[in-house]
């Protein structure tokens, strides 16, 4: 399986440069529908054009809520509502042991979880196989430097995108970091022992390693400029093979990231952003954006709303570990987050952007759900619930 893995990444890899289709991407990205090559004339009457080098910086605080449901139980409808309500599954609460074997669980009970942290990423962009043709004037090759800080955690990192045509780009990148706890139930980092969360009070690193190609359009700069500001409609898909891991454990020990539930496993996964959006253009204002530097004062203000789509946990590494039809835990179940989103461009170059997300879980089997450890249950069906509530804001400089 491994070597497949690889075969199949270096194939990617080197048939995007040799087919000369790349462009930017990541979650990193501040609004991958901006085209920085399909563009119309208004942008020549820039003071400086694309010949040299640009730089390039974004920073934001990002806020996520997370509301508490009743994680493994499927609920009426397949949608399980935000719930504090504590179901009790130990031998106190299920003493038939009806819904649980050995240790049991606790469902629920809290208010949900806050996170919040804050990203900066700075960029050295080089024009790279730039012809004077529209789809490829503007190609490039970007170099950033990436860092990001939570209460328990801390990440750096680079990332390199090449754009050999407005439509497409190619991403590499990894980030190394590390997390401590700040009290006995706020972690950045820790093992998840037979359903026991263990915290390091200082532990890592922690690997994020990714490959991401990504393909975008706005049809407006398909038609003649007349029509243009009307007509932006915008589609990104940007699928990425990401190698996620906790150096100081084995492959086969999960492990806790952030006070999620602990069931990440060190390996090879398939990811994936996807949205479809319009445009609405209140005021719009480009000139300075082929500036070595970015202009200061800016008067854009744009409004992107879109249906966004997030794919997660598809694992590679260990899909087969316990499959879903063999009456296993589900190591083949991929996470599907789905929801509306938006983001607006303000004046002076700053940004916001929203989503509400929901999200599709694992239902496990009456007789297991209860169980402690998440590798003792046994998947019985799929429902969706309300995940969370992103927000951001941020300045580009």
């Avoid at 296993?328 to 607006?344: K, M, Q, Y």
Wanted: charged share 20%.
């Amino acid at each position: 399986m491994k070597k497949i893995i690889i075969c199949i990444i270096i194939i990617l890899f080197f048939g995007n440069l040799g087919a000369n289709s790349i462009d930017k991407t990541s979650e990193y990205q501040t609004d991958a529908t901006t085209d920085n090559s399909v563009s119309s004339d208004k942008n020549k009457k820039s003071v400086n054009n694309d010949s040299g080098i640009k730089f390039r910086g974004e920073v934001f605080f990002g806020y996520i809520y997370m509301p508490e449901y009743h994680d493994g139980i499927m609920p009426v409808n397949r949608f399980s509502i935000p719930n504090s309500n504590a179901i009790d599954y130990t031998d106190s609460g299920d003493p038939g042991n009806k819904h649980h074997s050995g240790n049991g669980r606790i469902i629920g009970g809290t208010n949900g979880a806050h996170l919040f942290g804050i990203f900066g990423k700075y960029s050295f962009i080089f024009p790279f196989m730039a012809i004077d043709r529209p789809l490829m004037k503007n190609n490039n090759i970007k170099f950033s430097v990436i860092g990001q800080i939570t209460p328990v955690t801390w990440d750096s990192g680079f990332s390199m995108t090449i754009t050999p045509i407005a439509f497409f780009q190619f991403e590499m990148g990894m980030l190394i970091g590390c997390g401590w706890t700040l009290t006995n139930t706020i972690g950045g980092l820790g093992i998840n022992d037979k359903g026991v969360i263990k915290r390091y009070s200082a532990g890592g690193p922690y690997l994020q390693l990714w490959f991401a190609p990504l393909f975008q359009i706005d049809i407006a700069y398909l038609l003649p400029q007349a029509y243009q500001r009307w007509t932006h409609i915008v589609a990104v898909a940007n699928p990425k093979f990401k190698y996620d891991a906790l150096l100081s454990v084995k492959e086969d020990q999960p492990w806790m990231y952030q006070e999620d539930p602990g069931e990440r496993l060190n390996g090879w996964q398939f990811q994936g952003e996807f949205y479809f959006g319009y445009r609405f253009y209140i005021n719009e204002e480009d000139t300075g954006e082929n500036q070595r530097f970015l202009k200061k004062v800016h008067k854009n203000f744009i409004i992107t709303p879109v249906m966004y789509i997030w794919i997660e946990n598809f694992h590679l590494t260990h899909y087969y570990d316990s499959l879903m039809k063999d009456g296993g835990w589900g190591s083949d179940f991929v996470n599907v987050n789905f929801g509306p989103a938006v983001l607006i461009n303000l004046p002076m170059n700053f940004f916001f952007k929203a989503a509400f997300l929901f999200c599709n879980d694992k239902a496990y089997t009456s007789s297991t759900a209860g169980n402690l450890f998440y590798q003792d249950r046994e998947y019985s069906d799929w429902y969706v619930y309300a995940r969370w509530y992103r927000m951001s804001f941020g300045w580009n400089f």
